[in-house]
């Protein structure tokens, strides 16, 4: 049964990876959330995380939290979610479509980017620029000190593991 699953799982991630949201002209983002996703099996990743990988991609300049939620947003292929992730309570951006489709109640939606407020952070804030604010605020010192991934809730640089797991994302293009 869980050979049949890995199997279903696999040949999903070659249909995306064929369809044109995968194709080289798609966002780092976007690659590194699906290939994270469909292979990795795994839910999302923390903004920080996002941001900093892009130093492993083609064009390695940072961008600012603004930035990437701007182009999350406004990418016509893929509804991405933004929600709080109580396993390491942080926010995270995924793809996962139990998130993404259908109808979930108390959520903000931006063109294709849906957040989900959690109790206490961002909870009452419904304008893209005051939530835009509340994430600069809370991740921004962790990006601009390189701390870009999150253990056992402590901050810090990349491990070996977080790096294989970005370079295989970027060149399973």
């Known amino acids: 049964?869980?050979?049949?699953?890995?199997?279903?799982?696999?040949?999903?991630?070659a249909q995306v990876k064929q369809n044109s949201s995968?194709?080289?002209?798609?966002?780092?983002?976007?690659?590194?959330?699906?290939?994270?996703?469909?292979?990795?099996?795994?839910?999302?990743?923390?903004?920080?995380?996002?941001?900093?990988?892009?130093?492993?991609?083609?064009?390695?300049?940072?961008q600012t939290i603004t930035e990437l939620i701007e182009e999350v947003k406004s990418f016509n292929e893929q509804k991405t979610a933004l929600y709080y992730c109580n396993q390491i309570k942080e926010y995270i951006l995924t793809i996962?479509?139990?998130?993404?489709?259908?109808?979930?109640?108390?959520?903000?939606?931006?063109?294709?980017?849906?957040?989900f407020p959690s109790t206490s952070f961002l909870k009452g804030v419904d304008e893209l620029v005051h939530i835009l604010d509340c994430l600069d605020v809370f991740y921004n010192p962790k990006i601009h000190s390189e701390e870009f991934s999150v253990e056992n809730g402590i901050w810090g640089s990349f491990?070996?593991?977080?790096?294989?797991?970005?370079?295989?994302?970027?060149?399973?293009e």
């Open 1 to 13: 049964m869980l050979n049949h699953a890995t199997n279903h799982i696999q040949t999903r991630y």
């Open 159 to 172: 491990s070996e593991k977080d790096k294989t797991l970005i370079t295989n994302a970027f060149k399973s």
């Open 96 to 115: 996962d479509p139990n998130f993404t489709n259908g109808y979930a109640k108390n959520t903000i939606s931006f063109n294709n980017l849906i957040i």
């Open 22 to 62: 995968m194709k080289e002209n798609s966002p780092y983002w976007i690659k590194l959330l699906k290939f994270y996703h469909y292979s990795e099996r795994r839910t999302g990743l923390t903004i920080p995380f996002i941001i900093g990988s892009k130093q492993y991609y083609q064009n390695p300049k940072l």
